[in-house]
């Protein structure tokens, strides 16, 4: 009896079989399998959800147990679709970095130090997952914590529209500054409205006259520019090839730099 032909047919089954339990279809011969796609989100955000400053609270390993941290995470996402990333180590802020944020139709949120999946984003409450499965809760904050130590506490409020200086010194003003808040009249700032987001004052001219670097955006274009700092009297002019500011200084005394009129306000803390 020839069992050639029996043989070859198991031999057959049992191949399809085992193609059925690896890839949960049923193939027919010279078929390759069809790709399973994941579901989409229920809820699909966009960049304009995130704007603001994070910090986290609240940190859970992948089996949802919570785990103590110190490396808290600090997130500052900006208008202009730039995101600022820091977390804390030993009570030390670590370097801080800057990058373009995006975020997928999956919810994976792309930021400067690594990507996590959005689960949930509210008006003041954030909840992020990383790459390793770990949860991250997020609060949402006008300051973050250690600019609140900078500032003197949530009692202390460094500046006022009508606070007064008698005089700016340059030394006070020199150094690597960032906008760490504005405050503009509502409508004031437009697409087509030139802001400031950093001032690095780096070499004196003469006593009254720094020059450096300005890092200003427009609309969602931002950019690092040579610029001139010159007080005189009581404001500060800071001028780039393309924009100029000229204000009224309310705080300068080497922590914090601010300036500005009821119109738009600029308040600066050094990096």
Known sequence: MNLRHPILIALSCCFGFFSYAQNGQMLARGHRATPQTQPKPAVIYELSDFIGKWQEVKREDPKKKTVAFKDTALLHFNDDKTVES?????????????????????NTLMTADQDYTALSVSKDAMVL????????????????????????GPGKNPTTSEAEITKISLANIMGNWTVYKRQAKPGFITPSSVVLKYINLTKKVDKNTASGTA??????????VPCMA????????????DASFDLP?????G?????????MMYFCKQL
Do not use: C, P, W
């Open 215 to 224: 890092t200003i955006y427009q609309g969602e274009t931002s950019h690092e």
């Open 129 to 152: 997952k990383d790459q390793d499965d770990s949860i991250h809760y997020f609060k949402k904050v006008d300051m973050f914590a250690y600019e609140l130590e900078d500032a003197g």
């Open 255 to 263: 922590k914090e730099f601010d300036f500005g009129t009821t119109d």
């Open 86 to 106: 820091r977390n804390t180590a030993d009570d030390k802020m670590a370097m801080r970095s800057i990058e373009k944020a995006s975020i997928d139709d999956d």
């Open 249 to 253: 200084v309310k705080v300068a005394d």
């Open 230 to 241: 010159v007080i005189h009297g009581k404001n500060i002019k800071i001028s780039t090839a």
